[in-house]
């Protein structure tokens, strides 16, 4: 055949690639005012230490599904009876998502919308009993996301608690002495602070992320791919341990100024590198063990030959008639955004705290300051930290309160239920009790109660949220009361408020300490308004 003769047919495929190209590049612009905010956040976190796998984590997904694709040919080819709906719903799921937390200012909410925008945007481009087989690829993309940050604190409060008490242990196995107190690990001549940095939170996702790459990718058994993964998650507890413990070593041995060396140097891609090793090593083990005159060749599939190619030919796949629906949904979102988005929260008009009495009516107080370390993982905006005396007894309450002019960006309220148990005290009764403060403006409200002890001291510990005007006891209903607020008023101000005192079982004990606290509640609460604002 002539030159000639293949032109056209050349001219024509080109144009239609553009065709679908054009299309889709539409499809993006018309969402991109929607998704902007979360991808943004995604970009942000991705420049932080406990976040900055994300970009190998797509990747990863992008890999594998392009494997998939090219192992399985037939899914970029449409046909007219593809069943497409659940792509639809799937992308209107994505696009509300997106706009919910572009209105409501909070980048995650919007991140979290790009999923489900992604997986309809392949269901309806390929039918769903086809896009399903990339299910893996848009899972993996979740490990990429950050999470909530209620999910976040919990997670490594756990992890905290975890990498602590297994490097207790593993130091007291090597014949030194240690104690062990909350999140201090305490060596005598060092004490070893595991704080929220070294939770191993940074080492969890990207080592649960090159597991199941490599589970992927492995020519063994399922079941052995299985035990792959699943052994992740505790290698990434026992590797952050073990990188602890061996610091409590290196003081032992060479001194505290070679042990923040070895911190150092031994953290990060060191530790997933180190973790990527071992994985290596046990899937090794289990075919030296388990496969022995079974299997021969390569443990792993590593052919990326064809990858390319598919790339090429998914500019070939005729987006379906939904996807123009999809666009004029999406620029709809996105025009509300630009109107809506302009809108600037409202200002509280507050007072700081250092304004706050430091005597309310006959009780006397002393104002504190956090320490350094303790402010910056708090990272309020304004903090109150008074200690007041019971008039006559001078028995103390302390009433502290961290105050966030904006709870959608960065920084948010931490709850004591985590900081509590970081600090060494054992939550050993916790729950919520309806508080009656009408007189001091505030009316009945439910707050949560917790008995905590450390020893033989144990204290009372009453504590809310502070919420534009509502006392919320769940943390959970904080975060979508804020996201609300901020989407219908353009407010996401609140604080979270505390009050604790000791039990003294030689002073009328817990009946005694209820007494004082709610004393002091009716004192200072007709205060707060002008530094908590409704």
């Given at each position: 055949?002539?030159?000639g ?24 612009a ?5 998704f ?13 230490p ?7 984590v ?35 799921l ?10 409501g ?10 999923i ?9 481009s ?19 996301l ?5 999910l976040y604190?919990k997670?490594t409060?756990?992890?905290q608690?975890?990498a ?17 107190d ?8 060092y ?5 929220e ?13 090159f ?7 492995s ?6 791919r ?9 290698l ?16 032992e041995h ?5 042990a ?12 997933l590198?180190a ?9 090794l ?5 388990f ?14 030959s064809?990858?390319g ?6 500019l ?14 999406a ?5 509300l ?24 009516g ?13 402010a910056?993982?708090?990272?309020a905006d304004d903090?109150?930290n008074t200690t ?63 008995v905590?002890?450390k ?8 504590y809310?949220?502070?919420?534009r ?5 769940n943390?959970?209903?904080?975060k ?14 609140g604080?979270l ?7 003294d ?15 002091l509640?009716r004192?200072?609460l007709p205060?707060m308004?002008?530094?908590i604002?409704?």
């Open positions: 055949m002539s030159v003769d293949t032109s056209p047919a050349l001219a024509a495929g080109r144009g239609a690639e553009l065709r679908v190209a054009g299309l889709w590049l539409l499809v993006l018309c969402a991109a005012p929607v902007a905010l979360g991808l943004g956040e995604l970009a942000a976190n991705w420049m932080t406990v976040y900055s796998h994300g970009p190998i797509v990747a990863m997904a992008l890999w594998i599904g392009l494997r998939t694709l090219r192992d399985e040919p037939r899914a970029l080819r449409r046909h007219p009876a593809l069943v497409i709906w659940p792509g639809v719903l799937m992308a209107l994505g696009i509300a998502g997106g706009l919910v937390g572009t209105l200012r909070i980048g995650d909410v919007s991140a979290y919308g790009l489900p925008w992604i997986a309809g945007g392949l269901v309806v390929m039918g769903w009993a086809r896009a399903r087989r990339l299910w893996l690829s848009v899972a993996l993309l979740l490990l990429a950050p999470l909530p940050q209620v604190w997670v409060t756990q992890l608690a975890l602590s008490e297994l490097a207790a242990w593993m130091i007291s196995a090597m014949g030194m002495s240690v104690y062990l909350g999140n201090i690990i305490d060596l005598g001549v004490r070893l602070q595991v704080a940095a070294c939770s191993g939170l940074q080492y969890l996702f990207p080592i649960v992320a597991a199941v790459l490599f589970a992927t990718i020519r063994e058994p399922a079941w052995r299985v035990a792959l993964v699943l052994l992740a998650a505790p990434a507890v026992a590797m952050n341990a073990l990188r602890i413990a061996i610091t409590a070593l290196v003081v060479y001194g505290v100024s070679a923040e060396g070895f911190l150092h140097a031994f953290e990060g891609w060191a530790i590198l973790a990527i090793a071992v994985l290596v090593g046990v899937m083990l289990l075919r030296a063990f496969g022995r005159g079974t299997q021969r060749g390569p443990m792993l599939d590593l052919d990326i064809g990858t190619e598919v790339l090429g030919r998914v070939h796949v005729p987006p379906a008639r939904a996807i123009g629906v999809l666009s004029v949904v620029l709809a979102a996105g025009v955004v630009l109107v809506l988005g302009s809108s600037q929260p409202e200002a509280s008009g507050r007072m700081t705290f250092d304004r706050f009495p430091q005597r309310v006959a009780w006397p107080g002393v104002r504190g300051a956090l320490d350094p370390a303790v910056q993982v708090v990272a903090y109150l007041y005396f019971e008039p006559g007894s001078m028995v103390p309450v302390q009433i502290f309160s961290a105050f966030y002019h904006n709870q959608t960006r960065g920084a948010a309220i931490h709850s004591p239920e985590i900081c509590l148990p970081a600090n060494g005290w054992e939550v050993s009764e916790i729950g919520t009790r309806e508080l009656d403060m009408s007189a001091a403006g505030y009316g009945r409200f439910e707050a949560n109660r917790a905590v002890t020893g033989t001291d144990r204290q009372l510990v009453y809310w949220f502070e919420q005007g509502r006392r919320v006891a943390d959970l209903a904080v979508l009361g804020v996201l609300a607020d901020e989407v219908l008023h353009g407010r996401s101000d604080a408020l505390r009050f604790t005192t000791p039990i079982d030689s002073a009328g004990g817990l009946l005694a300490a209820e007494a004082r606290v709610r004393d509640m004192q200072a205060q308004p002008g530094f604002p409704f």
